[in-house]
């Protein structure tokens, strides 16, 4: 039985629904709502007013949350959440640094990320961004998994299964003109992307932006995916294009020998 298996078939009696509800609260600030009242965390979440109180009150309580006036915002200690999984993997020890060696030979910033649920996840980042995109990326980003390179990588590498049930019910969405949204061709993109080695979006994800990817599986079968996204007229010159998949492949190989 797969992990996704084993999480579908728990119950409510086998979580804490509170729990839950308190996850969500958290989940409910991000790039675009990080000053919330209380009103509004609620109809985020669907909870009833009292609930929510009772929810961010206990975050406020552990120090997760701050508030000012009637308007709550998260606080530093919420990156202690994420510490535990970066520290243990010991990213700023191996992963970074051969993310940083590899930018170098590009003058370019090299990012990885791994898959949770329909999104790409950053877990790591190093190089300077002359020009960066203007979304402006971090460690803890979240992108879709369809319509961004780094997202297609890591679908490319996974279990046909697996490839079949995240292109049928990952969240499609249009970002420019060009966003490829049937779904049928995504599948097709994909699995050029499985065949050639690296996934390529040109203009999809944010207009005038191009971003190529190679994804990296552990002897254990862990999956991550490293790429590089910049201004489309400079990524798309063949021979720095070339020079970047070459580079790319060389970095995922020696990632994949640290997961």
Do not use: W
Not at 84 to 102: A, C, D, H, M, N
Request: include cysteine.
């Amino acid at each position: 039985m797969d992990k996704s298996s084993s999480q579908r078939e728990l119950t409510d009696k086998d979580i804490s629904l509170t729990f839950v509800k308190g996850m969500n609260v958290l989940k409910a600030f991000d790039s675009e709502t990080t000053h919330l009242t209380l009103p509004q965390i609620a109809k985020v979440t669907g909870l009833d007013r009292a609930s929510a109180r009772r929810l961010v009150l206990t975050l406020l309580h552990l120090g997760y949350v701050k508030q000012e006036d009637r308007v709550f915002s998260l606080t530093p200690r919420i990156l202690v959440l994420a510490s535990g999984f970066l520290q243990g993997r010991k990213f700023g020890k191996t992963i970074e640094p051969v993310l940083r060696s590899f930018s170098h030979q590009l003058s370019d910033a090299i990012s990885m990320a791994m898959i949770d649920e329909n999104d790409a996840v950053y877990v790591a980042h190093a190089g300077n961004d002359t020009k960066p995109a203007s979304i402006g990326f971090t460690v803890g980003s979240r992108v879709p998994l369809l319509q961004s390179a780094i997202g297609r990588a890591l679908v490319a590498a996974s279990s046909p299964e697996r490839i079949e049930e995240l292109v049928a019910t990952a969240p499609v969405e249009r970002f420019t003109s060009t966003t490829l949204l049937d779904r049928k061709a995504i599948a097709q993109d994909i699995a050029l992307t499985a065949e050639r080695g690296f996934a390529l979006v040109d203009g999809e994800f944010e207009a005038g932006v191009a971003a190529i990817a190679i994804s990296a599986r552990s002897a254990s079968g862990e999956i991550a995916s490293v790429g590089i996204s910049g201004n489309s007229a400079r990524l798309m010159e063949k021979d720095y294009f070339n020079r970047v998949v070459d580079t790319l492949r060389e970095c995922s190989k020696t990632i994949a020998a640290l997961l």
